[in-house]
């Protein structure tokens, strides 16, 4: 059972828009979902679900409202006058209670985190009577005074009328559902919700295009909001963790069979990109579907577990999602998906279906592997299991259900001896490169004391330079599109890289110790000199920052490239706090600018990345600070004073860019 969570930053108040999205999940009459015993795979506690915001509260909302229906509802001609004096005496009762909540300039936490009328009283009857604590928080939109015509100025439904067709991506500022929701999903505050330090706008995309550019399809004139955040997941998710079902081969399937449960994880993860769309809410409900007793155990289930999964983890809910992807890898062993076999025998005679099991199985076992590797707080469980599943194939071959014969992992192993010049899909190199992550988290017991194993893991992530075919050396597919798969490979042969030497490159790391949001802090010993460690070091992070430079919206990569750039960031800011210039000190300062500028854009969708912004930009903060006290007490003497005053013109032309100087 899990802990209960910690106290969270409090929740702003609620536009009427996401009001009305929040009663759209559920739909018009359908009643709220009843609580069931959540159960997980054999030998796993199950997650504890609260009910709390669906509860009966809700219902006595809804059922107050049609108590105020009749109330106002006018009296015939006809009627008896103690009838009339009975009307009226509810009517003005009504009114009176109106007028006295428009002028309440602010609920309370619990009541404005399940959408309820609030008094305003201090402590308010609702939490006086659920022995519930009663906090007040001032609206950053500040109070207008009282409304006008009382609780009748009501938005109207998100889904009336003609819906934007252009593709729905956050705004910096954009409000959301109600961030503090009890329940067991532990919800932390929502980075969002700060004001960014600098607006950052995003370009905008028609979701109509099927998901990298295959197949385009036309879409409807009007979506509703859970059909957009499915579009969205599919639009700007989809590309970086193509697993699931591709777009229309999925609405195909959803008219065959339910699969509500799988569809409620892509509308949670769909719904970061959706400004109006209430992510609690839809996380809640994602949640409960793949924990209900009714949930089939199939591998549709495991999607959604995985999906889910990934989503929490960019959501800064760590903890939550490595339980989840852990009872996702329980099921897919219980059913079977480690075998070769299972793809076959659950494909009902679809190439593309068959292959969907295949990547689900290898995208369990990358996402296994970048968070034990990104977060340091779990082991590559996946890394020692046994499977014999076949490797993916390039991903226009699988959009298009042109799926060639498949490969095994020994294949690829052997293919350097067996004389044959095959080239593998951009999916498997991205395979091989977690499994190198793999070994280096498999030797970090010995390392960095022992030479020999640094050197013999070192060779893994050497060859797979080499061994790339000279396709897959440019970042781009057949098509002259980015190559996703391949963006994410090298950028965990380059983060593992650092993950390798870091500790043996004599690299201070102390300047970094508050950058926590993606891993504790590791303490590296400083050493007088540069050793070749510090070298590979440096260069793997010079190489991260590079990336951020191709030519491809940063929010439709992996969240996980959020961890990637603040491990880089911890090496930039290793070398800038050293006294003594380095060498080419203006691409460090460059490359500095670029990682906190890439995490400023992700966190326009992911708020782990606005938590390693605050952490980067106040490590930033520390080490002006000190290169100023440096300055002034004269420690640079060796160099002249043009020099040192040039470097801290560079240095404050740095904060600068980050909006650090008061």
Known sequence: MDPAP?????????????????????????????????????????????????????????????????????????????????????????????????????????????????????????????????????????????????????????????????????????????????????????????????????????????????????????????????????????????????????????????????????????????????????????????????????????????????????????????????????????????????????????????????????????????????????????????????????????ITGQIPTSHSIQDFDDESFDGRDFVYSSYTYRIAAIRNLGRVLQSRQILPSDEGTMNRVDAYLVTWRLHLPDAKKTFKNAEGQLDEMLFQAHMITEATTILLHREASELDSSVARNVTSCAPHKAVVPGPTHNIHAAKTIQAAQDISKLIQLPVPLVKHTHFFTCVVTLASIVHLSCWSVLMPLMRDDDLKQQLRLNTGALKTLWQVWPAAGKAFGQVKGVAQEIYAGKKQAVEIGYWANLTDDEVMRSMIEDQSIMEDLQLLN
């Not at 928080?137 to 109207?156: D, E, I, L, M, Y």
């Not at 729905?168 to 960014?196: E, F, I, K, Q, Y």
């Not at 591998?299 to 960019?314: S, T």
């Open 6 to 398: 910690a106290a969270l930053d409090l929740p702003l108040p609620l536009s009427p828009v996401e009001t009305s999205a929040a009663a759209a999940l559920v739909g018009p009459g359908a009643p709220a979902p009843a609580p069931a015993p959540p159960v997980g795979p054999p030998g796993v506690s199950p997650i504890s679900i609260s009910d709390d915001a669906y509860g009966p509260d809700n219902q006595g909302n809804g059922s107050q409202g049609r108590q105020s229906s009749i109330a106002s509802t006018s009296t015939s001609s006809g009627s008896r006058p103690d009838q009339q004096s009975q009307s009226q005496l509810q009517s003005q009762a009504q009114q009176t209670k109106d007028k006295e909540r428009a002028t309440v300039p602010s609920a309370c936490v619990q009541c404005r985190s399940k959408h309820l009328k609030c008094d305003g009283l201090q402590p308010c009857s609702r939490c006086s009577s659920n022995s519930f604590e009663c906090e007040y928080v001032r609206s950053r939109r500040g109070f207008k005074g009282p409304r006008r015509n009382g609780t009748q100025n009501k938005a109207s439904s998100v889904s009336a009328g003609p819906v934007d067709m252009s593709c729905p991506l956050v705004h910096p500022n954009g409000m959301r559902g109600a961030p503090n929701v009890p329940s067991g999903l532990a919800t932390p505050p929502d980075h969002r919700l700060m004001t960014l330090p600098r607006p950052v706008d995003l370009p905008l995309f028609d979701i109509g295009q099927e998901v990298v550019a295959f197949d385009p399809k036309a879409l409807p004139s009007g979506l509703d909001l859970r059909e957009r955040c499915i579009e969205a997941f599919y639009y700007h998710f989809y590309p970086a963790h193509p697993f699931a079902l591709p777009r229309s081969h999925h609405f195909a399937l959803r008219k065959e069979r339910p699969i509500d449960y799988l569809e409620a994880a892509m509308r949670y993860v769909g719904s970061f990109y959706v400004p109006q769309a209430p992510t609690v809410a839809l996380g809640l409900e994602a949640e409960r579907s793949v924990y209900q007793a009714d949930c089939p155990k199939d591998g549709f289930r495991v999607q959604a577990m995985l999906i889910l999964a990934i989503g929490l983890d960019g959501y800064t809910y760590q903890e939550k999602a490595l339980q989840i992807l852990l009872d996702a890898q329980d099921l897919a062993v219980e059913i079977g998906m480690n075998k070769r076999e299972f793809a076959y025998m659950n494909g009902v005679g679809s190439d593309i279906l068959q292959e969907s099991w295949r990547r689900t199985w290898w995208e369990l076992y990358i996402t296994d592997g970048m968070i034990a590797g990104v977060h340091q707080k779990s082991t590559f469980r996946m890394k020692d299991m046994l499977a014999d599943v076949l490797l993916p194939c390039e991903e226009r071959e699988y």
